[in-house]
């Protein structure tokens, strides 16, 4: 053992976790090494900080912190439980995630005993004191011994996390459970032996539990189960409860179904209920498959999540640099999937990866809140190989989402929208340095022809994507899929269930076909014949869905029919049967070419309203386009939907056809002069009051009624889903009037926009420049206001560009997957 006296010049720094201080004591904070990792971990008495081996040496030289606490875990392959008797082996009980009965996340894995060891060591030349160690001066035993009992930050975050997290089965006690009547016609049920009493059916049986009459359940869409002579006896009698024969155990608990509430139900008088009939529950033992079991057997055996997890391939496990995977925090897809191909990125690459020396070479004092580091941080893990069996971006997930309420949770997100979380944290911690995401962005050029004039007028704005719809007429399997769709409309209506996978997997298929740009879009007067063109710049294109392309539109029918059938016979719909719409890729283009009209447009040049039309174009083509499918409609019930459909992406596209060109031979621009004063506009209250109870912001609401005339239900909700994905959707709503009043803005910067930052306390010059710095975008705007604001009342020493094209890349058409 190394002298103690080594520790003496530094006993004054050493002290104990400060309350609610967090002790980092199960990973590096600059690299994803850990106690299991083969030179463990090494944890700060004076910071609480971890450091793996490649760090503490120069954390030591920077700050003259030179005592820490060295964490070791050895683990073992632990012995296989022993298995007493024939019992089968233990059950998914219950439609959970990660509790008692519920699916295990571990299930599969080997399991090990762990052991941690501990010592105390004194940079530099790592002298080692072992640990426990009575001749450690006090302070020092009280801060390692404080250190051993902190909690994890890990499992501190993840109990904060866990709230609002799903559990499948909740079962409601019914409300015929407790004063259920029970006829006292001398029926003694035996304790095995059953078969249906209307036929020779002896599974899938169910007693009533009113008169003890035993049946067999509900018919599947294929000819299986049973013969629905149970729920024909309900309609008969009106007897409420039923328990599903096989599935009681003896503890009292079985699968009850109530008819009237037409759901699983808890009966917590079961027992009771039982023993009228004779039936002794300690006696009983489980021989069926609960109704869980069931819906999870076919969730674990369907084949789209086979089909997810890649069953039946040979698949040959990967490591090396840039092949590390990411570990599945909990509902954490959504950033593994971006985060995946912002390393792939050759700027993210350099400024992340190459620049990390230069990141951790500051040693901030709050290394784990710094993004910088922490981005870093996962970058090398994923780039360097050394973490073969992949890496757990806890510090990653905790400090992007803290500002954040949906991604701070462990429920299901949308990639997307962390992609545009994550550029805005990446463009906010790049001051004086080269911003990433700029191979991102892209300008947008709106074209507007007038209705009565003819004339047009083109705007632009900067943007991060493209939205493409999705035209389900387009499927190429239409036919099937109607078929399908039919099908389960049927196995609903019979009060059948869809297996859990259906409605989860269509998490999994987003498709990003690259990665910022130029749009132009182009509005032309319907009057006159005019036009305007704008840009913006995005870093997505967003493209719409036309379902009526698809290109198995027959089997989609097929399959809708067959759907339907089966839910209006109250049979059980296979999800394996659904056929989901094809459609081709060229068709979302095709769609997002289309002009659009635009009602109500105040055209400077008619003076008066008139229906323009609108295109729009990308003015510049970034190093990698990421494009956004728009898969969000309306049901007949006027709730946004998820469309379910399967978009086939080519491996390489000539987007040439996207390309704008700003004003062309011949077009007349309409004219920026200020129009006379309009009155405010009016909206209808009851149908404002209908658009928000569905969710949709106020500003977008006004909106959906300004351009369709107060319309109705219908005509403002079709307008909110098609323009769901605009970029200025919840912007505050100005009348295109008052908006085309003010020509003292930029072309690439509208009023509303101006009008949003000063609703932040900005005078208009400082929104302005904002503005011009950050082409046009309200929330990159706000940002540079706070990182800029010794330059916000700076002279400026040229004017801004008007165009936003000018700060963005601009490359070949051609995109590849």
């Given at each position: 053992m190394?002298?103690?006296?080594?520790?003496?010049?530094?006993?004054?720094?050493?002290?104990?976790?400060?309350?609610?201080?967090?002790?980092?004591?199960?990973?590096?904070?600059?690299?994803?090494?850990?106690?299991?990792?083969?030179?463990?971990?090494?944890?700060?008495?004076?910071?609480?900080?971890?450091?793996?081996?490649?760090?503490?040496?120069?954390?030591?030289?920077?700050?003259?912190?030179?005592?820490?606490?060295?964490i070791?875990?050895?683990?073992?392959?632990?012995p296989?439980?022993?298995?007493?008797?024939?019992?089968?082996?233990?059950?998914?009980t219950?439609l959970?995630?990660?509790?008692?009965?519920?699916?295990?996340?571990?299930?599969?894995?080997?399991?090990?005993?762990?052991?941690?060891?501990?010592?105390?060591?004194v940079?530099?030349?790592?002298?080692?004191?072992?640990?426990?160690?009575?001749?450690?001066?006090?302070?020092?035993k009280?801060?390692?011994?404080?250190?051993?009992?902190?909690?994890?930050?890990?499992?501190?975050?993840?109990?904060?996390?866990?709230?609002?997290?799903?559990?499948?089965?909740?079962?409601?006690?019914?409300?015929?459970?407790l004063?259920?009547?029970?006829?006292?016609?001398?029926?003694?049920?035996?304790?095995?032996?059953?078969?249906?009493?209307?036929?020779?059916?002896?599974?899938?049986?169910?007693?009533?539990?009113?008169?003890?009459?035993?049946?067999?359940?509900?018919?599947?869409f294929?000819?299986?189960?049973?013969?629905?002579?149970?729920?024909?006896?309900?309609?008969?009698?009106g007897y409420?409860?039923?328990?599903?024969?096989?599935?009681?155990?003896?503890?009292?608990?079985?699968?009850?179904?109530?008819?009237?509430?037409?759901?699983?139900?808890?009966?917590?008088?079961?027992?009771?209920?039982?023993?009228?009939?004779?039936?002794?529950?300690?006696?009983?033992?489980?021989?069926?498959?609960?109704?869980?079991?069931?819906?999870?057997?076919?969730?674990?055996?369907?084949?789209?999540?086979?089909?997810?997890?890649?069953?039946?391939?040979?698949?040959?496990p990967?490591?090396?640099?840039?092949?590390?995977?990411?570990?599945?925090?909990?509902?954490?897809?959504y950033?593994?999937?971006?985060?995946?191909?912002?390393?792939?990125?050759?700027?993210f690459?350099?400024?992340?990866?190459?620049?990390?020396?230069?990141?951790?070479?500051?040693?901030?004092?709050?290394?784990v809140?710094?993004?910088?580091?922490?981005?870093?941080?996962?970058?090398?893990?994923?780039?360097?190989?050394?973490?073969?069996?992949?890496?757990?971006?806890?510090?990653?997930?905790?400090?992007?989402?803290?500002?954040?309420?949906?991604?701070?949770?462990?429920?299901?997100q949308d990639?997307?929208?962390?992609?545009?979380?994550?550029?805005?944290?990446?463009?906010?911690?790049?001051?004086?340095?080269?911003?990433?995401?700029?191979?991102?962005?892209?300008?947008?050029?709106d074209?507007?022809?007038?209705?009565?004039?003819?004339?047009?007028r083109?705007?632009?704005?900067?943007?991060?994507h493209?939205?493409?719809?999705?035209?389900?007429?387009e499927?190429?399997n239409?036919?099937?899929?109607?078929?399908?769709?039919?099908?389960?409309?049927?196995?609903?209506?019979?009060?059948?269930?869809?297996?859990?996978?259906?409605h989860?997997?269509?998490?999994?298929?987003?498709?990003?076909?690259?990665?910022?740009?130029?749009?132009?879009?182009?509005?032309?007067?319907?009057?006159?014949?005019?036009?305007?063109?704008?840009?913006?710049?995005?870093?997505?294109?967003?493209?719409?869905?036309?379902?009526?392309?698809?290109?198995?539109?027959?089997?989609?029918?097929?399959?809708?029919?067959?759907?339907?059938?089966?839910?209006?016979?109250?049979?059980?719909?296979?999800?394996?049967?659904?056929?989901?719409?094809?459609?081709?890729?060229?068709?979302?283009?095709?769609?997002?070419?289309?002009?659009?009209?635009?009602?109500?447009?105040?055209s400077?040049?008619?003076?008066?309203k008139?229906?323009?039309?609108?295109?729009?174009?990308?003015?510049?083509?970034?190093?990698?386009l990421?494009?956004?499918?728009?898969?969000?409609?309306?049901?007949?019930?006027?709730?946004?939907?998820?469309?379910?459909?399967?978009?086939?992406?080519?491996?390489?596209?000539?987007?040439?056809?996207?390309?704008?060109?700003?004003?062309?031979p011949?077009?007349?621009?309409?004219?920026?002069?200020?129009?006379?004063?309009?009155?405010?506009?009016?909206?209808?209250?009851?149908?404002?009051?209908?658009?928000?109870?569905?969710?949709?912001?106020?500003?977008?609401?006004?909106?959906?009624?300004?351009?369709?005339?107060?319309?109705?239900?219908?005509?403002?909700?079709?307008?909110?889903?098609?323009?769901?994905t605009?970029?200025?959707?919840?912007?505050?709503?100005?009348?295109?009037?008052?908006?085309?009043?003010?020509a003292?803005?930029?072309?690439?910067?509208?009023?509303?926009?101006?009008?949003?930052?000063?609703?932040?306390?900005?005078?208009?010059?400082?929104?302005?420049k904002?503005?011009?710095?950050?082409?046009?975008?309200?929330?990159?705007?706000?940002?540079?206001i706070?990182?800029?604001?010794?330059?916000?009342?700076?002279?400026?020493?040229?004017?801004?560009?008007?165009?936003?094209?000018?700060?963005?890349?601009?490359?070949?058409?051609?995109?590849?997957?």
């Open positions: 190394a002298s103690l006296e080594l520790l003496t010049p530094h006993l004054s720094k050493i002290n104990n976790p400060r309350p609610q201080q967090l002790v980092y004591k199960d990973e590096c904070v600059y690299s994803f090494d850990n106690p299991e990792s083969e030179t463990g971990l090494y944890v700060s008495l004076v910071s609480f900080l971890g450091f793996g081996r490649n760090y503490v040496e120069q954390y030591f030289q920077k700050t003259g912190n030179a005592v820490f606490l060295h070791k875990t050895d683990k073992e392959l632990a296989e439980p022993e298995q007493t008797g024939d019992g089968p082996e233990k059950k998914i219950r959970a995630i990660g509790v008692e009965g519920g699916f295990d996340p571990d299930a599969g894995r080997n399991k090990y005993i762990y052991t941690e060891h501990h010592s105390v060591v940079l530099p030349g790592f002298h080692t004191y072992a640990w426990p160690n009575d001749a450690l001066p006090d302070v020092v009280k801060s390692v011994q404080a250190v051993i009992e902190a909690e994890s930050p890990f499992k501190l975050a993840e109990m904060a996390a866990l709230a609002g997290t799903w559990d499948g089965e909740q079962r409601e006690v019914s409300a015929h459970a004063d259920l009547k029970q006829l006292d016609n001398g029926v003694k049920v035996p304790p095995s032996g059953w078969q249906c009493a209307k036929c020779e059916l002896t599974t899938n049986l169910w007693l009533n539990l009113t008169d003890g009459s035993i049946l067999c359940g509900r018919k599947f294929d000819g299986s189960g049973g013969n629905d002579h149970a729920v024909e006896h309900y309609k008969q009698t409420p409860l039923a328990v599903k024969l096989g599935t009681i155990t003896a503890d009292g608990s079985g699968d009850v179904f109530s008819y009237p509430e037409d759901d699983m139900v808890q009966d917590p008088l079961l027992r009771a209920h039982l023993l009228h009939f004779g039936i002794r529950v300690q006696q009983l033992e489980k021989t069926e498959k609960s109704m869980v079991e069931l819906e999870l057997e076919l969730n674990q055996r369907n084949l789209e999540w086979s089909a997810l997890q890649e069953s039946g391939s040979a698949l040959v990967l490591s090396g640099p840039r092949l590390t995977g990411m570990r599945n925090l909990g509902n954490s897809c950033i593994n999937s971006v985060m995946q191909v912002m390393f792939r990125i050759p700027d690459i350099r400024r992340y990866v190459d620049g990390a020396p230069d990141i951790f070479g500051t040693f901030p004092d709050d290394p809140n710094d993004f910088n580091v922490q981005t870093a941080k996962l970058g090398v893990g994923l780039a360097s190989g050394r973490y073969a069996e992949g890496v757990a971006p806890h510090m990653f997930r905790q400090l992007v989402g803290r500002a954040h309420p949906e991604f701070v949770s462990k429920r299901q990639a997307h929208e962390f992609y545009a979380h994550f550029l805005t944290l990446t463009e906010r911690n790049s001051r004086n340095k080269p911003n990433p995401g700029e191979c991102l962005r892209l300008v947008v050029e074209r507007v022809r007038c209705g009565a004039t003819g004339r047009v083109y705007t632009r704005r900067t943007e991060q493209v939205p493409l719809p999705v035209p389900l007429a499927a190429t239409l036919d099937a899929v109607r078929a399908s769709e039919q099908k389960r409309s049927e196995a609903e209506a019979k009060g059948q269930h869809l297996a859990l996978i259906d989860c997997a269509d998490f999994f298929r987003k498709a990003i076909v690259g990665l910022s740009n130029s749009m132009i879009d182009r509005v032309r007067c319907g009057a006159t014949g005019r036009v305007r063109y704008t840009r913006r710049t995005e870093q997505h294109v967003p493209l719409p869905v036309p379902l009526a392309e698809a290109t198995n539109l027959d089997a989609v029918r097929a399959s809708e029919q067959k759907r339907s059938e089966a839910e209006a016979k109250g049979q059980h719909f296979d999800p394996s049967q659904i056929v989901r719409p094809h459609i081709p890729f060229q068709a979302c283009l095709a769609s997002f070419l289309r002009e659009e009209a635009v009602e109500q447009f105040y400077t040049a008619a003076d008066d008139v229906t323009a039309h609108k295109i729009t174009r990308l003015a510049t083509f970034p190093d990698y990421l494009v956004q499918l728009k898969k969000f409609t309306i049901k007949e019930d006027w709730t946004p939907a998820k469309l379910d459909v399967s978009v086939d992406m080519p491996w390489e596209v000539d987007l040439s056809c996207l390309r704008g060109h700003g004003q062309q011949g077009e007349e621009l309409l004219p920026e002069s200020a129009p006379a004063e309009q009155p405010p506009p009016t909206f209808d209250e009851a149908l404002l009051a209908e658009l928000l109870d569905m969710g949709f912001p106020l500003e977008a609401c006004k909106k959906a009624l300004y351009f369709s005339n107060n319309g109705g239900l219908e005509a403002a909700s079709h307008w909110l889903m098609e323009h769901m605009d970029w200025d959707f919840g912007h505050p709503f100005q009348p295109p009037a008052a908006a085309a009043g003010a003292a803005a930029p072309a690439n910067i509208d009023e509303t926009s101006i009008a949003q930052i000063m609703g932040m306390g900005f005078t208009r010059p400082q929104a302005l904002a503005l011009s710095a950050t082409g046009g975008a309200v929330d990159r705007a706000v940002d540079w706070f990182s800029h604001a010794d330059e916000l009342d700076a002279p400026d020493a040229a004017p801004p560009a008007a165009d936003p094209a000018l700060g963005c890349r601009d490359g070949p058409e051609s995109e590849y997957l």
